[in-house]
């Protein structure tokens, strides 16, 4: 079976600061050589730090914004060129929901209209809006207000339903419950869940909460600094995470467990500056088992049976 | 005891319509070199009550009952000179936006410095002297130089530890983290909380930890209240919260933790949403959303009692809800 | 250093179209011969002026042999005096200089408090007044302004001198008239600053150190609220001199704003052109200030990179 999105080997890099009239202003990559698979109704989480490209990523493998090498394949073929018709068609295929539910909606537009612009614009029938609405868990008596008259959750809910319209086949999710309360959250994680049952949806889910990933996802792929550095099945990574970065951030993640206090955890000093990461291995200053190769070579994501891992001491380490 | 707040009331004016109360009749204590957690939704009034604590309450706000004990006195009993002073001298605050809160144009070393000096009153060589010294003490490295930088060379979490050397400028008693740690990343995060509870333990300070995620209040806090609503809806030590939560608000929020979630299965919710301040039921707030609720909630107010502000609530100490094993290697 | 070079060079270009379109405008608008020289004079003696101004010559010829004296640093021959129109234009400056940084004073040492205290004391009658106070100095026509005090100050109580300059009497009303205005403008601004930056993160941080009101203000707020007020105050350098014009005709204050209204009422190109660059120059030098000011006010602006652990 092809995978349905296969992104190889991407990059995208931006400019930090200002150039002047003599200097070129520096750019840095911030996705690096990231490579993915996403099989059909799977869900891939990404967790990572902020500023380590998780949401550059997002935008780069529904070919939203532009890679500067590499390769996205959307069900055995390549993504075709940004504008084209067949660009515009993809679109149907493939949907982003955005982290802030708010800012993705126009204020001054009903919810009922915004749901519905999709349709329109591909010239569907009208009444799938209703049915979105629908299967998100909203009262129809929504569709005529407006974005300030409902609450995050809810706004969240129709930003879900919008990009439902379309019965796209993969979702990717840039943060979608961060925003939110906990009780709150609860309910749009359901809500994913269930609509993924329903129709065999692939979800590309970006988080930096790794406890939500572990509840949703059935793989995870950690980033750090603009690569992944480490990509297994959900059961593997919580159980035994190889990275020395995996189990930094695991190690990190407060537990809601009183029990579980005062467990040592190894704590890894600040990030670096995403705009000029470090030698060698990107993690290697703030890596407690670094070595000298860690500072001049960088380490290959390489096989570990069904799951990889880009670090030098693996094998050393999982001793 | 360190320090209590006795229901305490918050009062916001606002133009051309009545005043809202996103506080109402908060009650509290801690001890020295303990922490206790305020936990609850957004706009639950946590944020409130700290700046009435801390008299930091924006322009309209004003406390509208109760009392503040710091050391058995009343601070709102006090002329507000003596009670801003009192407060100036034990206690202190971080909030969540270090970089904001930090003056862009003034260097870090000049702004702990400040502190040192209207909290002790040092010289200014003094105080220089001792802001380093802070600095240093909060893990900044090479704090010499770095007292002369300015919050927009710093990092977040360097701007709050520098944040949090300005709080401790004059070995406060009280210290308040409101979200201080929400805008950080977990790595970063874990470390700013170490620092906190090294710098509760040597200094004997008090912590009041304001956070909405419940992994932060299970791993810092001795005593946690759970707000909804503007009011405190379960008071209790936080192993006690987490085994058997009595209030069915508590126990929604903590049911709702993937954490807590047979794998794979459905996270249990609590259904509704939060209603607004100035629009609030009649009787229990919670009452709208309440797997519990009866007739009489949607009449009477529950008063906090036996650490539940409620009818009908758990029954104390059922078997620990069961957190899902993790191995850490 | 790169935005010194790029801003010297749009100074420049600035500067060259507004000489071209000076000198066109003042050539093909009237003869300097019919305006300077006697109405009874021969026709001869006027070509002999004409020739010795180098009128004469095709208008082209006249434009680049005039941009190229200029280059070579030679600003022509006033019509008028008969001498270095540089000279004529230089001799006022002291004047102009001494009108224009009182009223700049004024305006800083007026604007800055009462728009500091409008944005404390927000929404009180002291905010009301003082507000009130700015949009009348505002909306007040300079010359305007500048007859009411002569009627006032002059006619009426006669404490001060309604024209001239030489004494500190002399320039009271003129300063004034030209900075009260201005200092309306900076009133409003440092308000609506200062209210933007009271209401920052960082001032609550200043409260809850324990630091007073006079402190947070002075120490905290205003250092972060004069920056935008110090952005407008260079552009404003532009206008004032504009307005310096009326204000010095109003007064007979004998500045360059009173030469410029000689000088192109009798086509004295010499002395207009200088004037005009001289105005320029003084445009890009406010401009710099303001950049170092702004560059020792923000230390965003003075230590650009951001540097991290
Ligand atoms: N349009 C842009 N121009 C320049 N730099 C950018 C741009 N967008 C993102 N960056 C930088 O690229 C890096 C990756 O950003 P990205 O938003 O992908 O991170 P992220 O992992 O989604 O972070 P977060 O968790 O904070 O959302 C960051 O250092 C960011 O500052
Ligand atoms: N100036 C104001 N005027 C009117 N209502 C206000 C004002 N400031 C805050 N509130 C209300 O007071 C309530 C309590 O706010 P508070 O900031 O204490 O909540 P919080 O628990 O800290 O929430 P969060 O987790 O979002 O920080 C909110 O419902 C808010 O809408
Ligand atoms: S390669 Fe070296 S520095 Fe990088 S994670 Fe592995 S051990 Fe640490
Ligand atoms: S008082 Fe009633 S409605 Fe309120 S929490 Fe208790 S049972 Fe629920
Ligand atoms: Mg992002
Ligand atoms: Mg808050």
Redesign the pocket.
Known sequence: MTALLRAEDLRKSYQVGRGGLFRRARRFNAVDGVSLTLNRGETLGVVGESGCGKSTLSRLVLGLSPHDSGEITFDGAPLPDEGSDDWRHLRRRMQLVYQDAAGALDPRQSIGTQIAEPLKIHNLPPERAEQALADVGLPQAMAARHPHELSGGQLQRVVIARALTLEPELMVMDEPVSALDVSIQAQIVNLIQDLQQARGMAYLFVSHDLSIVHHVADRVAVMYLGQVVEEAPKAAFYTRALHPYSKALLAAVPVPDPATRGRAAPRIGDPPNPAAPPTGCRFHPRCPHATEQCRVEAPALRDFGGRRAACHRIEELSQ | MLFSAENLSVEIDRPLRDPVSPVRGVSFSLDAGMTLALVGESGCGKSMTCLAIAGLLPKRGRISGGALKLDGQDLCALPENEAQALRRRHLSSVFQDATGGLNPVRSIGWQVAEAVRLRKGATRHEAQAEAVRLLGRVGLPDPERRAREYPHQFSGGMNQRAMIALAIAGNPRLLIADEATTALDVTLQAQILDLIADLRSSLGMGVIFVTHDLGLVAQTADRVAVMYAGRI?ERADVADLFAAPR???AHGLLSSLPERQAQGGRLATIPGTVPPIDALPG????????????D???Q?M?ELALG??????LPPGRAAATIREREFS | MTWILLKLLRALVTMGLVLTFVFFVLRLSGDPTLVLLPDDVDQATREFYRAKWGLDAPLWEQYTSYLRALLQGDFGISFRNNIDAFQVVWDRVPKTALLGGTAIAIALLIGMPLGVLAAVYRDSWLDRTVMSIAVFGFSMPNFFLGILLILIFSLKLRVLPSSGSGTWAHLIMPAATLGTGFAAQIARYTRSSMIDVLSKPYMRTARSKGAGLTRRVSQHALPNASVPVVTILGIKVGEMLGWAVVTETVFAWPGIGRLLTSAVASRDLAVVQCIMILLAFTMVAANMVVDLVYGWLDPRVRVGARAQA
């Open positions: 809806a209030h069915p608000y009787g229990c707030a919670f009452a709208p959303r309440c797997p519990r609720v009866s009489r909630c949607g009477e529950p539940a502000a409620c009818h009908h609530p």
